[in-house]
């Protein structure tokens, strides 16, 4: 017994004695110290952290076969077995890093992202509405970004050289057909979707990915929001309409429903402020949408949205060929569009999309020739004359569907393919002054198959390797286009990238139905990009070259129609961006500069031989300024936008020489505008406002400076008219309500 | 003997049983003393924190030490310079809270560091986050204050946030006050359920007092 108990006693007092040291250096791959860093020994209490040196040690009683864990924030879980005698022990590790979003180098080269939640993204969601000279326009706010040209006499974007139609808009993965509102000829419109729609928006200016196509230089990507945050009801007063509309997020957060109205009528403004063009019907435009939204067993989600609206002007201009003349324009736009879209997550990482869009667009024309009473002539001699006394109405029916199957590999590296079926079916009719119509149908159903792989080799190199292909039915071809990109952390903070990609683009409708047998248009980008990124300053370069081939040719057929007659067009753009943005220097001033320089000629269409065309300036900059005063609540926006002069031309078949010629050209004046808008939060900061209020004070060219954006000819070429902004100034006030549906119930009761 | 045998079993393993909750009791003991020091550097705040992951991975039932394992990281996350990483480590708070609540569920205090670990995500870019985890952060601190109306923390968290709000946002000390007084007469009455239940703050509420004075 005795024996026993002493041998109780030893065993203490030698596992007391027994303490075993564990000390070591934990350092990185590239062997520089990981400070943090937590050792444990598995199962027990005891462990160390490192110091800024990257070194530790403890001590332990425990004894035999145990297991070391390391971790640390951004590194893998490293782990060794080790048996712990009596003797100390030295284990030394070099983590591996983790490739985490966090972490990972972003590939970004040639597009610029805006969203509050994504690493890389240059611009939050509140940016799209506070830069004062888009004026709550999606598209218009990417024209402060470097790459697009600042075009008033025609919507969309101009990038990179490229033409509006140039650039295609994708919600959801699905193209949008006329994105934008139907107007008078000369003057840019907005877009139709309100931009509080959307959470995500990547404006691509070149080198987008191989799930996306029909666009020679640039897409423009929406991602529309999924369940709201809360329910919320808002209302909206301003000199332009209101609008008002409501979100419902069901109690179990797991579905939501919405629906708004908006009701636009520029009476007031166009009484208040001069318009060039005389409006005998004020534009009116009434917009409905809805939304559901659900989401599905096993983390998916189901949305629906439905959009319709209509629209309605006349304006009438002085006609350039007579002077004493006037042109009288009428349109009637009936527009909707409807989307559903299924995302799921799947067994294995795999992940499956499906969209499905359908839309309609229905605008009706009506042009007269007015003498200055206001009342219709037709005159015959000179001919001319009689052709500008004609209807044109066209109803267009668009389909597609996408379906693409996403699988997560190893780390953040993945693949996704998928197919994309469009359906598209557009008619018109013209109808001239002698009651004799001419009607044309286009249809085009274009199928296509993509697939697109994610590598991340580490976190700081990855790779974008895409590959589309595409079957038009109108052309009868194939055409096949590869695309890649490429990113490399240079440091911390900063990175290199370059992207490649061949894009297919079919002709213009506007230029159909044609007898030519024809190809695809295609053009070529190689894009190099250096950036530097940190939470609040954002510095990146781009330099690019663009090659286009096979770019359409027109002429006449025997309708004197202007038609597509061969695929003989090419050109090039070439240029330097520069995009800065500084959150920190000035305290709470955000601001950001942009440059453009492009170099670009192109043969297309009608022009008599390769030249910088109308829509390209040669330098283009913007400064945008933001700055909020707590004081005030009130945040103050100011946009300067510039652009060198651009050139026209007068171009004009020449019956000697039998071909197109100019005969007269010139380059406009430079383009300056000055915006400013104030936001005025009355409510910010309150715990659960009843109301929450935003006043919005926005006025564009601040200084009425003068602006031509291009010069119309009359037929004849001995006139020309500048094409100028509709007003000098433009003044917009308004105030957006917003309440939490708990308390709506209260403010509409309060109210009736 | 066969009694003897089995006593003897049982007594050994109460000893073992004991002496391992002594164990726990000792090395949450030691590593709670360290903590008003380990505020002064926030290295020594993470060594707290991996010390406090390591007991409560070792331990996998015991909810006080993944508590004290992200309130640790959420405070290191506040003193954190780099923004860039602020998200990352109020993340690993997140984990460690999560466990917790599964252990001790609908708890005040868990409520607590959740409203922290929000404002700590906020405080990345607040006019970008405020609407999203402002509204998180003010959530969970009513939760706590329904979840137990003694707790003086959801109102020390009230008060200091107050306190840091600009005047015309309906912050500043005057609001704040009010509110810090009330978690000053709750710390007073307030009795930890153990001496290793949560009872911090009533130090800092005294200070943001003497700031306003």
Known sequence: MKSVLLLLFTSLIFSVSAQVKISGKVTDAKNRPVAGASITLKNTYDGATTDSTGNYAFTTTEKGEQVIEITSTGFKLFEQKITIANTDIKVSATLKELVTELTAVVISTGSFEASDKKKGAVLSDIDIVTTPSANGDITSAFKSLPGSQQVGESEGLFVRGGTATESKIFIDGTQVNNFFFSGSPGVAQRGRFNPFLFKGTVFSTGGYSALYGQALSSALILESKDLPERSEADLGVSVVGVGGGMQHLAKDKKSSWGFSGNYTNLWLAFNVIKQKLDYFKIPVISDLDANFRFTTKGGGMIKMYSYISQTTLGSRTYDLDSLSMKDAFTLKNVNQYHNISWKQPMKNKWKFSTGLSYSNNKDNIDNELQDGNNVKQVITNPNFYAYKNFSLHTNGDYFQNRIMFDKKLKGLSGLRFGSELSVSNEQSTYTLYDGSSYKGTVKETMAALFGESDIYLTNSLAAKVGVRTEHSDLLKKWNIAPRASLAYQLGKYSSAGFAYGIFYQNPERKYLPTTSVLDFSKATHYILQYQMLTSVQTLRMELFYKKYNDLYKTGFNNFNQEVVIGNGGFGYAKGFELFWRDKKTIKNVDYWISYSYLDTQRDFLNFPASIQPSFAAKHTAAFVFKKFIMPWKTQFNLSYNFATGRPYYRIAYDNTLQKNVFTDRGTTINYNSCSFSANYLPNIGKKNPKVFAVWVLGINNVFGQKQIYTYNYSTDGTRKQPVTAQSTRFAFIGCFLSFGTDRTQDAINNNL | ?213
């Open chain 2, 1 to 213: 003997m066969k009694k003897f045998i089995i006593a003897s079993v049982l007594v050994t393993l109460s000893i073992a049983a004991s002496a391992q909750s002594d164990k726990y009791v000792a090395a949450m003991q030691k590593n709670l003393a360290a903590m008003d020091t380990a505020f002064a550097n926030p290295a020594n705040l993470l060594v707290l924190a991996n010390n406090f992951e390591r007991i409560a991975n070792a331990e996998k039932n015991q909810w006080l030490p993944y508590y004290y394992a992200a309130f640790c990281q959420v405070n290191y996350g506040f003193m954190l310079q780099d923004k860039d990483k602020v998200d990352d480590v109020a993340d690993k708070a997140t984990d460690f809270i999560n466990k917790a609540d599964s252990l001790m569920p609908n708890n005040s205090e868990i409520s607590c560091i959740k409203s922290m670990i929000a404002s700590c995500h906020m405080m990345v870019n607040p006019m970008q986050r405020w609407q999203e985890y402002g509204a998180e952060s003010n959530g969970n601190m009513e939760k706590a204050m329904q979840q137990d109306p003694a707790n003086p923390r959801p109102y020390f968290l009230k008060g200091q946030g107050l306190k840091y709000t600009p005047e015309q946002f309906g912050g500043g000390c005057k609001t704040a006050q009010p509110v810090l007084q009330t978690a000053l007469e709750k710390y007073a009455a307030f009795k930890p359920a153990s001496e290793l239940d949560p009872n911090w703050g009533k130090k800092q509420v005294e200070q943001l007092l003497a700031g306003c004075k």
